[in-house]
């Protein structure tokens, strides 16, 4: 795919650029809806949806939602992956350049319960990746940077043979002056911290893994935020689920607070927020009201059960009830 031959599509605010997403371990995402699970016998499903799943393939979809230009690559293989890139093209509408591995792609199945909305999902183990095939993705990569703005890194990697790409991604960022986004646990996340990628969005489980500590007051949150500044990330963001997030760049330190909401799906809300901070930076909007968007973004995606099938409508609707406090 020759990305200066695709057309650029207008972003928020007439701003034109491209928003690149990986995601090392996309899936097909399989929901299947019925009224009781009965363990040991057949079940009989009325309907069931897919869609391509991965954090990336999220942040990609918000980005489209909101009229943002976006291209997203992910490790994909086998009829499982092209299954995810048909979805993200012709479904979605997202533009995709995947890179293509010899494993098969994992398939993801969530089976909820409907009368008491209760979610068993069951998470096949991600694709084995070759050395080969991941020095290929970095100059996959490479080709695509002269047309990105940001570029954010989603989730965790398959392969301890990956551990190492989300640091090399971001030291070829940074020498092409393009703004990262740091979204993983793990190894893969760990190792990318220190190549200081511009911003990092653990939810509080994660920076615990990523510091080693227990997180349970909003004293020990801001500590977190301090540790992950200290390790020279320009852009902390510690999302907090229904309560939002915390923010710390050197503009300023705040707590941006949603309205509440009736919650129908929160999955892919954290997603949501790395699409409307992608956006913002793309933007150079001032942070205060990146992280607006962030949040009304995230906020917009745990209204409906689909990830990313919210609009700007809805996302504009409520930027006006979004709170930023001080630290």
């Given at each position: 795919?020759?990305i200066g031959a695709?057309?650029r599509?207008?972003?928020v605010d007439?701003?034109i ?14 929901t299947?809806?019925?009224?009781r ?5 057949k079940?009989?499903?009325p309907?069931y949806?897919?869609i391509?799943g991965?954090k990336?393939?999220n942040?990609s ?8 230009s976006?291209?997203?690559m992910?490790?994909v ?9 048909e979805?993200?093209?012709e ?5 995709c350049?995947p890179i293509?591995?010899?494993?098969m792609t994992r398939?993801?199945t969530?089976?909820l319960?409907?009368p008491v909305?209760r979610q068993?999902?069951?998470?096949e183990?991600?694709?084995a990746v070759?050395e080969p095939e991941?020095?290929a993705?970095?100059d996959q990569?490479a080709a695509v940077l ?10 965790s ?8 790409f ?5 030291r070829m960022?940074?020498?092409a002056g ?9 190894p893969?996340c ?6 200081n990628?511009?911003?990092v969005k ?5 920076a615990e ?8 007051t909003r004293?020990?949150?801001w500590?977190?935020?301090d540790?992950?500044r200290v390790k020279g990330v320009s852009?902390?963001?510690?999302s907090l689920?229904a309560?939002?997030a915390?923010?710390?760049?050197k503009a300023g330190c ?5 309205p509440a ?10 997603d949501?927020?790395?699409a409307?901070?992608?956006?913002g930076?793309a933007?150079?909007?001032p942070?205060?009201d990146t992280?607006?968007l962030?949040v009304?973004m995230?906020?917009?995606?745990a209204?409906?059960w689909d990830?990313?099938?919210?609009t700007?409508?809805?996302v ?8 930023i406090?001080p630290?």
């Amino acid at each position: 795919m020759r990305i200066g031959a695709v057309p650029r599509r207008t972003c928020v605010d007439g701003v034109i650029a491209v928003i690149v997403t990986i995601t090392p371990n996309p899936c097909v995402d399989k929901t299947v809806f019925i009224d009781r699970l009965h363990v040991g016998e057949k079940n009989r499903v009325p309907r069931y949806t897919c869609i391509a799943g991965g954090k990336g393939c999220n942040v990609s979809r918000a980005v489209n939602a909101m009229g943002g230009s976006t291209l997203a690559m992910p490790f994909v293989g086998g009829h499982t992956g092209r299954h995810v890139v048909e979805m993200l093209t012709e479904e979605d509408g997202v533009r995709c350049a995947p890179i293509w591995v010899s494993a098969m792609t994992r398939t993801i199945t969530t089976i909820l319960e409907e009368p008491v909305h209760r979610q068993t999902a069951v998470f096949e183990p991600g694709p084995a990746v070759t050395e080969p095939e991941g020095a290929a993705a970095l100059d996959q990569v490479a080709a695509v940077l002269s047309k990105t703005t940001v570029i954010t890194m989603n989730g965790s990697a398959p392969d301890r043979t990956l551990d190492h790409f989300y640091h090399d991604v971001t030291r070829m960022a940074n020498e092409a002056g393009v703004k990262t986004i740091l979204d993983a646990y793990g190894p893969i996340c760990e190792q990318g911290l220190t190549a200081n990628p511009y911003m990092v969005k653990p939810n509080v489980e994660e920076a615990e893994q990523l510091l080693g500590c227990s997180i349970n007051t909003r004293a020990d949150q801001w500590a977190a935020v301090d540790s992950l500044r200290v390790k020279g990330v320009s852009l902390v963001v510690l999302s907090l689920g229904a309560a939002g997030a915390l923010v710390a760049c050197k503009a300023g330190c705040f707590h941006v607070m949603p309205p509440a909401i009736d919650e129908v799906n929160p999955v892919g809300s954290g997603d949501a927020l790395v699409a409307g901070f992608a956006l913002g930076l793309a933007g150079d909007k001032p942070i205060e009201d990146t992280a607006r968007l962030g949040v009304a973004m995230g906020t917009a995606n745990a209204m409906s059960w689909d990830i990313g099938a919210f609009t700007s409508e809805q996302v504009n609707a409520l930027l006006p009830d979004i709170t930023i406090t001080p630290r």
